[in-house]
């Protein structure tokens, strides 16, 4: 099926004379890869080479050297998971997984970094096609002659905008980087009590006392209840609304169920335990209530507050949660073990000029965080002018 279409309301001048774009269903643009139904799988990457795909835009599921498995970079890639369904663009070589994915080999008259953009600027993952693909076949397809080079000069625009990003990306890694490698330095090693790393003023200021996370001065892990009618809208924290990788509460507010929460203030240490490894761990600037798979450390007397936080969102603390963590597919820290952990202390004033230091890093990679976010908000701005808007 091919109908006349629509045109976008940003064109670029050759163009603008060019008439309306030609519309199809998706199913006529594409054909898909089937995976292969075995895949002799590795469980670490270094005895493997292709990383596995399965349901999860982020989730490798193990790693293979079976080439029959492998899917080029270029491909666009639609990845079913349990809730959504995610479009992407396959920028290195990854081989797919047995369920939950879909390989698109576009036809001759759609380019696939074009068909992949079409697909993210009118957002399949908010559009109810869940698992079905063959739903998602009968999207339509708006797009311009191949031929013309319409296509080419709007993906060639977008590209260089996911270069910028990119590597205004590389640069947030890399002040993460320098802040987990100073980290390493201003604090004591496991097993020692004097860092390699310290200010002139602390030089000579003697080893530091090594306490555990639940001793007393230290932090005081949190059972006070509060009622659902005494949460206040964007005050209730679950395992949901928690980000990843330390990247602080999402805006969109979770709405308490029944039953009493545990009582948080502000200052609190909230860190859901249900997959360590996704690094939710949150300071929390507000008070409120938190869901019962969150675990709410409140610093001690002996320990600046800001200065735990800094220890608890680190890779140290998240290995040493995952070494005790009970379960295979949804592991599960154990508290009693998470109090155990060695929490090395010197004098306040040596803390505060410590946390001073890694606060001040935060805020640039808080910085570089809003730039990256600005120049996406910038591209979905540009994309939703240079793409008809959806057509179903």
Not at 184 to 212: I, N, S
Not at 277 to 282: E, V
Not at 329 to 356: S, W, Y
């Given at each position: ?48 080479q ?85 739903d ?9 002659l ?9 993906a ?32 004591p ?20 006392e ?66 360590p ?110 793409f ?5």
């Amino acid at each position: 099926m091919s109908v006349d279409g629509p045109t976008p309301r940003l064109r670029f001048p050759e163009f603008r004379d060019a008439g309306p774009w030609e519309v199809k269903r998706l199913g006529d643009l594409v054909t898909t890869i089937t995976p292969p139904k075995k895949l002799q799988t590795t469980e670490y990457q270094p005895s493997g080479q292709f990383p596995i795909i399965d349901q999860s835009p982020n989730d490798i599921c193990g790693w293979t050297d079976d080439e029959s498995a492998l899917v080029e970079a270029d491909f666009p890639v639609v990845i079913f998971g349990d809730h959504s369904c995610v479009v992407k663009l396959a920028e290195s070589s990854f081989a797919q997984g047995a369920d939950g994915i879909k390989i698109l080999l576009p036809a001759d008259d759609i380019d696939g970094r074009f068909l992949f953009l079409s697909l993210e600027a009118n957002s399949v993952e908010q559009q109810g096609y869940n698992r079905h693909f063959s739903d998602l076949k009968e999207k339509l397809i708006p797009f311009p002659l191949k031929a013309s080079g319409e296509q080419q000069k709007i993906a060639d625009c977008l590209a260089s905008l996911y270069d910028l990003i990119r590597a205004e990306g590389e640069r947030l890694g890399a002040l993460k980087g320098h802040k987990r490698g100073l980290m390493q330095r201003l604090f004591p090693r496991p097993g020692e009590t004097t860092p390699r790393l310290r200010f002139p003023d602390f030089r000579d200021a003697g080893p530091w006392e090594v306490k555990r996370l639940g001793d007393d001065g230290v932090a005081n892990f949190v059972r006070d209840r509060i009622a659902p009618e005494d949460i206040p809208s964007g005050h209730y924290v679950s395992t949901v609304n928690l980000l990843s990788d330390f990247n602080g509460l999402a805006q969109k507010p979770e709405t308490p169920p029944s039953g009493s929460a545990i009582a948080f203030r502000a200052g609190d240490i909230l860190m859901s335990n249900i997959r360590p490894y996704l690094r939710k761990i949150w300071v929390a600037d507000r008070s409120g209530g938190a869901s019962n798979d969150v675990i709410v450390a409140r610093p001690g007397k002996r320990i600046v507050q800001t200065l735990l936080g800094h220890l608890l969102m680190s890779d140290r603390f998240i290995s040493y949660i995952m070494d005790g963590a009970k379960g295979v597919k949804m592991p599960r820290g154990d508290l009693e073990q998470i109090q155990g952990f060695e929490v090395p202390v010197c004098t306040n004033h040596e803390q505060q000029k410590i946390a001073d230091c890694l606060t001040a890093l935060d805020d640039l990679i808080r910085a570089q965080g809003e730039r990256i976010e600005a120049l996406r908000a910038h591209k979905r701005g540009l994309m939703q002018q240079l793409f008809p808007q959806d057509m179903g």
